[in-house]
């Protein structure tokens, strides 16, 4: 998120020096005398550089707009781990304290209010919200939004104090190789506003990623990889192109004892659309089938033999573990058992594959949904509706 050409990189490194220039031996010409200057007599010179780049101007551009976002929750102040239950004073006595330290940006301002986006793991579960700004003033926040699927919140705040607002790039355009900077505060408030560069190092990686929290991948995220240094506490905040844009906002790192330079961040093409929705809504309204999942690699031979009666050829695909009343699966015709192969003209080989078929349809629209039902391969067409619709 953070890269720059070997050029821009030496740049960098020479920064704001003072270089002290001291004085040097002297030896007559005779050869009758010879005096070293004392250190109180040597002649010395500061010499301030004072160095500008393409990142330094892309910072100064944008990093007013990034900002610590601190994750505020109650803590239970129960006596010996509420062996004796919770009194109402204890109550009174519980308080917020910042539980999570992640990163935001400024996006927008309307009025009195301005618009941060952020991560959607860094306010989970919290159960207030504060914003650091970058001249160190600290206010609360409003969640609009937020989404877990693409990991995107909205807060609002107010527009009092803010001076900057960052302008997205487009994350289409971007080039691998070409330079990239993070701005945000890695390990939290203590180091706001720090910067790393480096260059973009792939475009629309696709990278597993655990929703629920079980341990197992059940989403793939299209994401911008760079080797700027990312670490926690930069989540949610900016990675800008050599413009000063936002072209993409920081979420990941592989974090391993043998891996380096591997960070990701959501494309800000992606952001622009999840957003515009959060403020809209409050969530991102998808269509689904109502149905639970299980992937056909998890069915032994012997139960895809007996139960799914599967021909011997069929080695992928999704089970319908259960099909809830009144839902898009029920109402198109799809049963408990039935082993989904395709959907919509796509081949699918897993609950991945599926749900990401799925999130690219709309409400409303009619698809074909190819399954395996009792060892013949069958079609059924389903009509997608919403959750809300479902309720």
């Known amino acids: 998120m953070k890269k720059q050409s070997t050029k821009l990189t030496r740049s960098l490194l020479v920064g704001v020096a003072t270089l002290t220039l001291a004085g040097c031996q002297t030896a007559s010409n005779e050869g009758t005398e010879s005096t070293s200057p004392t250190q109180n007599e040597a002649d010395t010179t500061q010499v301030r550089v004072e160095v500008t780049s393409d990142i330094t101007e892309a910072v100064e551009k944008v990093e007013g707009a ?4 601190i994750n505020m929750q109650q803590q239970n102040t129960e006596g010996f781990n509420g062996l004796f239950g919770t009194t109402e004073s204890a109550q009174e006595d519980d308080q917020l304290q910042t539980a999570g330290e992640g990163s935001g940006v400024i996006y927008k301002t309307e009025g009195d209010s301005s618009y941060v986006v952020t991560n959607n793991h860094v306010i989970e579960g919290s159960d207030a919200i504060e914003v650091l700004m970058k001249d160190g003033t600290k206010v609360e926040a409003e969640l609009v939004g937020s989404d877990s699927w693409t990991d995107l919140a909205v807060l609002k705040i107010s527009s009092e104090n803010v001076t900057t607002v960052a302008e997205f790039g487009d994350s289409d355009l971007l080039n691998v190789g070409e330079p990239a900077i993070a701005i945000g505060s890695p390990l939290g408030t203590n180091y706001a506003s720090s910067v790393t560069s480096g260059i973009i190092s792939a475009k629309n990686r696709s990278v597993p990623a655990d929703i629920d929290g079980d341990g197992a991948a059940d989403w793939e995220m299209t994401a911008i990889q760079t080797d700027a240094a990312i670490n926690p506490g930069n989540s949610g905040g900016a990675l800008v192109n050599i413009a000063g844009q936002v072209i993409g906002i920081n979420s990941m790192k592989i974090s391993s004892d043998t891996v380096e330079g591997m960070g990701f961040a959501i494309p800000s093409n992606d952001v622009v659309e999840i957003i515009a929705e959060l403020e809209a809504n409050g969530e ?74 799925i999130y690219s349809t709309d409400v409303g629209q009619e698809v074909e949904i190819e399954v395996y039902r009792g060892g013949e391969l069958v079609t059924v067409n389903v009509t997608m509706t919403s959750s809300d619709d479902m309720m």
Not at 293 to 300: F, H, N, P
Not at 321 to 349: K, M, P, R
């Open 284 to 357: 991102v309204v998808r269509p689904v089938l109502g149905i639970s999942l299980l992937d056909l690699s998890q069915i032994s031979e012997q139960q895809q033999s007996a139960v799914l009666e599967l021909p011997d050829e069929v080695n992928s695909g999704v089970v319908v573990a259960q099909v809830e009343a009144g839902s898009a699966a029920e109402q198109g015709g799809l049963e408990q058992y039935d082993v989904i192969v395709g959907f919509n003209g796509e081949e699918i080989t897993d609950t991945i594959e599926l749900r990401q078929a």
């Open 66 to 69: 990034v900002v610590s976002v």
